[in-house]
C-alpha cells in the first residue's frame, strides 16, 4: 500500500480523525469529472464580481478606477503564477484552503508531542480566511437579486425584501445543491448555461457605446480623481482599502484551482483554467468600467451607483436593453453564487478532512460530493441574509479573503524554502526567482492591504462591520479546539474507510 506517514505530498494528516495504529487511513477522494474547460466554466462566475463594485469604486477615485481593476488582475497574475505551482505540487489539494492546511499541517512543530499544534492551526485558519472571503458571496447576491426582483414585479411590492431574500436564498442554494448533489460535472453544465445566459448580454451593452458614438473618452480623461483628491496618509489607507476591495473580486479567479481534486490532468488543467479565467477577466474588468464611465461620466454612473448597467443599456440599445440588462444580472449573479457556493463549500470539506473542522463535513455522498459542507454552508448565509446590508457583507468578508491570500502566499514562499517541500515534483513552475516576488505580495496583502481594508470599512460603515469580520474569523478558534478533541477521542472522518492492520509505528 505504500508509505502510510504523515506525507505533504499526500495532503492528509494521517494521525487525525481516526486510530492510525490499528488501521489503514484510505481517504475516499473527490471524483476526478472535469477538464480545464469545465472548471474555467464554474470560475466563469469571478468576471461577473465586479457588477457591485463599479459605482463604489468610482466614488472614491471616478476614472482612476479603471486603473485600479487593471492592476488588480496584473496582481493577480504575479500571485496566481504561485498558486499555479501549488496546484501542480499538491494536486489532491483543493485549491488555497488545501495548500495551507498541507503545507503547514506537516510542519516541524506538528511532529512534536505538544497537544495543540502551531502550524496545523496556521493552516487551519488561512483555509477558514478563505472560506470567509467566498462564502458570503451567497447571501450577498441573494440579497441583490430579491432587490431586482422587487423593482421588475411589482406583485412583489407587498412582500418585505428580507423576507424575499430568504425565499431567493433558500430556493437557489436548495435547487444549486440538488443539482451538483451528482457531482461537479453537472455543476460545470450549468456554468457553461449560466455564462452564456449573463456574459454574452454583458460584452453585448458594454461594447454597444463604442459602435454607437455614446462612448466618449473625454468623460475619462477629464475626470481622474475627485477635484479635492491629495496624496496624503488618509488617500493612500484609501486606496490600499479600494485595492483589497478590488481584489476580492478581480483577483478572486485563483477559485480554478480548488477544483484540483476534481481536474482530470490537475498537473495541466489547473494551470490552463487559471490563466485562461485570469486574462478573461483583465479584458472584462477593464473594458466595463471603461465602457460605463466614458459612456455616462463619473456623474451618471455616481447617480446609479448600485446599477449603471441600466443606464448604460438604455442608452445604447434604448428601452429593451434595460429588461436585458436585468435578465442578464440575474443570470450573472447564478453563476457566481454557484462559483462561491462550490468553492466554500469544497473549502469546509477540506478543513473537515485535514482535522481542523468537525469530521461530519468530511462526509461524501455517493458521487463524492462534500453535501454536508454544502448544506452548512447553505444554512450560514441564510443567516446572514437576515442582516439585509449586502456592502456591510462583502466589506466583511474581504477582510477574510485578505488573510487567507497573504498567508498563501507566505506558504508558496515556505514550499520553495523547504529543504523537502522545494524537491517534490512540479509539473508546472513559476519562473526562477518568484518567491521573492510572492513575498512581495504577500507583504502588501498583510499588513497594507488588511490595514487598507481596515481603514476603508471604518469610513464608510463604521467599526460594526470590521468587528462582523473579526468575529466570523474568530469562531474558527473554539470549533478548532473541538476538532483537536475529536481527534484525541479517534472520532472517525465519514471519508475515511478501514483496511488491513499496520504497524503500530505508523
Same mark, same amino acid.
Given at each position: 500500500m505504500g508509505d502510510k506517514t504523515n506525507s505533504p505530498q499526500s495532503g492528509i494528516d494521517w494521525e487525525h480523525g481516526v486510530q492510525c495504529s490499528k488501521?489503514?487511513?484510505e481517504p475516499q477522494e473527490l471524483e476526478r469529472t472535469i477538464d480545464w474547460k469545465q472548471g474555467l466554466a464554474i470560475a466563469l462566475g469571478v468576471p461577473l464580481l465586479i457588477l457591485p463594485s463599479i459605482g463604489y469604486l468610482t466614488s472614491y477615485v471616478w476614472s482612476f478606477a479603471i486603473i485600479i481593476w487593471a492592476a488588480t488582475i496584473l496582481l493577480g497574475f504575479l500571485q496566481n503564477l504561485g498558486y499555479g505551482e501549488l496546484a501542480t505540487v499538491f494536486p489532491k489539494a483543493s485549491g488555497l484552503p488545501g495548500y495551507t492546511q498541507t503545507v503547514f499541517g506537516s510542519s516541524a512543530n506538528n511532529k512534536s508531542n505538544k497537544k495543540y499544534k502551531v502550524g496545523k492551526f496556521i493552516g487551519g485558519f488561512s483555509a477558514w480566511s478563505y472560506w470567509f472571503g467566498w462564502s458570503p458571496v451567497l447571501a450577498i447576491y441573494a440579497i441583490l437579486i430579491s432587490s431586482y426582483l422587487h423593482g421588475l414585479l411589482p406583485a412583489l411590492s407587498s412582500i418585505s425584501e428580507?423576507?424575499?431574500?430568504?425565499?431567493?436564498? #433558500?430556493?437557489?442554494?436548495?435547487?444549486? &445543491?440538488?443539482?451538483?448533489? +451528482?457531482?461537479? +460535472?453537472?455543476?460545470?453544465t450549468a456554468g457553461f448555461i449560466l455564462a452564456l445566459i449573463s456574459l454574452v448580454p454583458l460584452m453585448v451593452i458594454t461594447i454597444a457605446p463604442f459602435i454607437t458614438g455614446d462612448f466618449r473618452m473625454s468623460n475619462i480623461t477629464n475626470s481622474w480623481f475627485p477635484s479635492d483628491w491629495s496624496w496624503d496618509m488618509e488617500h493612500i489607507l484609501i486606496i490600499l482599502g479600494l485595492f483589497a476591495m478590488a481584489e476580492w473580486s478581480a483577483a478572486a479567479w485563483e477559485t480554478a484551482a480548488i477544483y484540483g481534486p476534481e481536474y482530470k490532468k490537475p498537473n495541466t488543467d489547473t494551470p490552463k483554467a487559471l490563466f485562461v479565467c485570469g486574462a478573461i477577466c483583465l479584458v472584462l474588468y477593464v473594458l466595463v468600467q471603461t465602457s460605463v464611465i466614458g459612456t455616462l461620466g463619473v456623474e451618471g454612473v455616481l447617480a446609479e451607483p448600485i446599477s449603471p448597467m441600466f443606464p448604460l443599456a438604455n442608452l445604447s440599445l434604448g428601452p429593451i436593453g434595460a429588461s436585458i440588462s436585468i435578465v442578464m444580472l440575474i443570470g450573472a449573479m447564478l453563476l457566481i453564487i454557484q462559483t462561491a457556493f462550490l468553492s466554500s463549500a469544497r473549502s469546509?470539506?477540506?478543513?473537515?478532512?485535514?482535522?481542523?473542522? =468537525? #469530521? $461530519?463535513?468530511?462526509k461524501l455522498n455517493s458521487h463524492g460530493h462534500p453535501m454536508n459542507a454544502m448544506i452548512a454552508d447553505a444554512l450560514f448565509n441564510m443567516g446572514l441574509i437576515l442582516l439585509g446590508t449586502p456592502t456591510a457583507i462583502l466589506a466583511a468578508s474581504a477582510i477574510g479573503y485578505i488573510? &487567507?491570500?497573504g498567508i498563501s502566499l507566505y506558504t508558496y514562499v515556505k514550499v520553495r524554502n523547504d529543504p523537502e517541500l522545494s524537491k517534490l515534483d512540479r509539473p508546472f513552475k513559476a519562473p526562477r526567482g518568484w518567491k521573492y516576488v510572492a513575498l512581495a505580495? &504577500?507583504?502588501?496583502?498583510? =499588513?497594507?492591504?488588511?490595514?487598507?481594508?481596515?481603514?476603508?470599512?471604518?469610513l464608510e460603515l463604521g467599526w460594526n462591520t470590521t468587528g462582523i469580520g473579526f468575529f466570523v474569523l474568530c469562531l474558527f478558534i473554539p470549533m478548532w479546539f473541538y476538532s483537536q478533541?475529536?481527534?484525541?477521542?479517534?472520532? +472517525?472522518?465519514?471519508?475515511?474507510?478501514?483496511?488491513? @492492520? $499496520? @504497524?503500530?509505528?505508523?
Open positions: 488501521v489503514i487511513c428580507t423576507f424575499l431574500s430568504l425565499i431567493v436564498g #433558500a430556493v437557489i442554494f436548495g435547487s444549486l &445543491a440538488i443539482i451538483n448533489s +451528482k457531482g461537479l +460535472k453537472n455543476g460545470a469546509i470539506y477540506s478543513m473537515s478532512l485535514e482535522g481542523n473542522l =468537525p #469530521a $461530519v463535513f468530511s488573510c &487567507a491570500n505580495t &504577500a507583504i502588501l496583502n498583510i =499588513p497594507f492591504f488588511l490595514i487598507g481594508i481596515i481603514y476603508l470599512n471604518s478533541h475529536e481527534s484525541r477521542l479517534g472520532v +472517525k472522518h465519514e471519508s475515511f474507510t478501514e483496511s488491513e @492492520p $499496520v @504497524p503500530a509505528e505508523i
